[in-house]
C-alpha cells in the first residue's frame, strides 16, 4: 500500500511540476462533489482521488492521518469503530467526498457553533507545491506553534495554493450522551434561546430553527444532558429521527436545498433577524442563516454587511461573485500569497478569488 | 539615519512622554522572559491609542526602521528581543476593555489587557477566557495572539487560536486590517490562523475580539503517584482512550515535586516517580461520574495512590505547586531554561528516561513538568548564566531535547513560540523549502521585512552552520550513548 502511495504522489509531483513548467491551469479533484461550490472551474482535471488510505490512527493520541483522497466515510467509520468522530460534521454533498476535498473547502456542519471548524482540528498537512516539492507544516501532535500555521491557512482554500496530499485531524471521543428537543419558537426567539442557554453552560452542540421549529441538540455526560433536557423542556424527539433531521441539516438535504437560488450568511450568532424576504433556515445556533428563492432579488450581501456577516450565494446567478467581496487590502494580501506559493497560477485559478 | 533623528521624526506625531530615548528608560526593554538573550533597543515607543500607534508604523516603514512589538514581555523564546537599530512598540498602554457582551459571549479588547484581567471582568456574567497560560497575571492578550498561547486546559478548551474570532490591525506599512471577526468562517483564505502565533512578523495587532465561555460549577483534582514513569505514560492514554477528555491533565517527575514542595506546600507523594493531576470540570454530577471513571481507568493503569480533592481549597494547592514549578527551578538554581518540546502522547516515557541520560551527558539537572494531555513538554534544565560554559551546555541540553521531539514525530514548541532562541532547532525540524515557505508568508505581509526581523525563520546560512556544528557535537565522545 504505502509503495503504491509512493508511486500515485511521486505522479502527481510530476504532473504538478510538468504543469508549472508549462504554465497549464490545473483543476484540483478529489471526489468532485463540490464542483459547484467556489467561483468558477477551471484548468485540466488533476484526479486525486487514487492517492488514498489512512496513514496513521492511534486513538489514544486523539489523532488521525490521512491521504487526500481517502473517502470521508473511510475516516468516519475508523473513527466510529474507537467510539470517536470528526466534531466539525463537514457535509458531503451527494456522493462520498474525499478528506482533501472536506479540509480544501473548510465547511462545518452543525456541531461548529459549539465544537469547532475543520480549522480548529487541523493539526498538519503536506502540502504540494507548483515545482512539484512536497512540505509538511504542522504534525500530528496538539500544540504545535513552530513557523506560521500554514495548515490551518491551506483548510478553506479551496487548492488555491497547492495540493493537500495529506491531513492529520484532531479527533474526540463521542459524546456520552446525545438528546434532541423540538420547541415551537419563533425565529428571533430561537436565536435569543440557543444564546441564553450557551451562556448558561448547558451541553448544546446543535441549535437550529425552520418552518417554526427550534431544533436543539445536547451532547454530553448523562447527567448534563439530562438536566439540560428538562431545564429547555420542549418534545423529545426519538434517537433515529433525530439523527436523521442533523444529517439532512449538515448534509444540506433539507426541502429549503431543491431551491433554485440559495444564499448562505454567516453573521453573528446572536444577530436579531434579518430584513430578508421569505424564512430562514438557521444553523449554528444562530450564526448561519440559509435564505432561498424570496430572497432572489434583495440586496442579501448589504444585509449580512450591515448584520456584521458575509453573504455567498449558494445556487444560483451570482453575477457579483460567488463569495461576499474581500476589501482591497485582502485581496492584495491573497495576490501576494498566490503569487508566491504558486507564481504561474497554474493551481485552482479563480475559485477561492476571481483573478487569483 | 541615527536614533536621535529617528526619534526626533517620531516625536512630531506622539506626546514627548512616549518616546524613550535616554538609556536608563531603554534598559528595562532589553529582554522579555526568556533573560539569557539580551539587546538595548534603539528607541522605545510606548503609544496611547490606535492612531498613535498607526503613526508609530507610518513613520518607521518610511524611514525603514525594524520594529519590534511587546506585550507584556513574558514570553519564553526571546520574541521580543530588541533590534539594536530599532523600534521597541510595547503596547501595554493599549489596556482598555473594549466591550464584554454577556449575551454573545464575546470580549472585544486592546492587545495590552493582562490574559487574567479578561476573565474577571467576564466572571460577572459567569464568564471567563479560557486559555490560561502560567503567566496569566502579567501577559497581554496581543502577546497571547502573537505566540498562539496555550495553558493547563487546552486540551479541552483549546489554544489562542480556538478561542480568538478575530483582530484589527495594521501591517508594516500602516494599512488598517481586519481578520476574522464576530460572524464565523468568512470569504477568502484564513488569514487569521496565519496572525495568530506569527510573533509579531506579520501585523501589528491593535484590537483582539475572543470567546468567552462559562465557567464550570464545580472542578475537581484528581492526584495520581506512579512508580515510574512509564506507566505514568501509559495512564495518560489510558484516560483518553476510555473517552475521557479532562479539563487539564498534568505530569511532573520527581525532580519537579521535590522542588516544589518545600515552599508550595502542596501535598505531593515525593516517593512517586511521577504524579499525574486530573482535572474534571462541569455539573457536580458530571464531575462525580468522571471522577469515578478516571479513578478507575488509573487504578488499573498502575498508579500507586490516588487522591481526589475533597474542597476547592485543596484543589487550589495541588495546584499551586504545578504553577510554581518555574520559581522553584529559581530557589533550587541560579537560572534556569525551559524547554517546549511536543511528542505523540505514547512516547512520554521513553523522552522522560533519554532527560534522564542526558543529564548525566551535560552534566546539569533538569526537572519535569508537562502538560501530559497535549503532549507538550515543559524539561527545565537549571544552570548558571555567570558560567558561561554551564549555559552553553544547557542550550545544547536543550536543544538535544527538541531535535528528540521532532525524530518521534512532535516539535520544537508547543506554545512558546521560536523567537530567537529557537531558530537553530527550526533548521531541524523544517527543510528548505518549508522554511522557504514561512519567509513567502512573511513576504506576502511585510514586503519590506521591517517587523520583527531576524525572528522564527533562519536563515540558509544559520542552518548550514548549525548543521556543521551538530555535526560536530555528535563526534564528541559521546556518540556511542543510545539515541533512538
Redo the contacts between chains.
Sequence with gaps: MAATADAVLAELRERVSAAHRTRQALRLKGSGTKDFYGESLAGEVLELRAHQGIVDYEPSELVITARCGTPLSQIEAALGAHGQFLPFEPPAFGADPSLGGVIAAGLSGPRRAYAGAARDFVLGTRLLTANGEVLRFGGQVMKNVAGFDVSRLLCGSLGILGVITEVSLKVLPRPRAEETVRLELPAAAAVESFNRWSALGLPISGGAWWQGSAWVRLSGAPPAVRSARERIGGEAIDAASAQARWDALRHCQLPLFDSRVIWRLSVPGAAPPLSLPGEPLIDWGGALRWYADPAADADVRAVASAAGGTASCWRGPAPAGRFHPLPPVLVRLHRRLKERFDPHGIFNPGRLVAGL | MDEADIGAALRRNLPQDCVLSREEERRPYECDGLTVFRQLPGLVVLPRTEEQLRQVLLTCSRLRVPVVARGAGTGLSGGATPHAQGVLLSCTRLNRILEI?????IARLEPGVPNLRVSEAAAA???YYAPDPSSQVACSIGGNVA??S?GVH??KY??T??NVLGVRGY?MEG????LG???????????L??A???EG??MIVTEVTVKL?????CAQLVMASFADVHSAGTAV??V??G???PAALEMMDRKATAAVEPFAHAGYDLSAAAILLIEAD??P??VA??VREIEQLLRSAGASTLRVSGSEAERLRWWSGRKNAFPAAGRLSPDYYCMDG?????HVGEVLQAIERMEARYALRCMNVF?A????LHPVILFDANDHDSWERAERFGAEILELCVQL??????????GVE?LN??CV???P???A??A??????D?AGLLNPGK??PTLARCAEYGRMRVHHGALPHADLPRF
Design positions: 457582551d454577556p449575551h454573545a459571549r456574567h459567569g464568564l505566540e498562539n496555550g487546552c486540551l483549546g489554544l487560536v480556538h501591517t494599512e488598517p486590517l481586519e471577526g464576530r460572524a464565523p468562517d468568512g470569504p477568502g483564505l484564513d488569514l490562523a496565519l495568530i502565533g506569527s512578523l506579520l465561555i462559562p465557567r464550570p460549577p492514554a489510558a483518553i482512550a473517552g475521557i477528555i462541569g455539573t454530577e458530571e461520574d468522571q511536543t511528542i505523540p502522547r505514547r502538560h494531555g497535549d503532549g507538550n514525530g512532535g516539535t520544537i514548541t508547543g506554545e512558546h513560540g521560536v529557537k532547532s527550526m525540524q523544517f527543510s523549502a518549508e522554511r515557505a514561512f513567502a508568508v512573511k513576504e506576502a505581509f514586503p522564527v525563520i
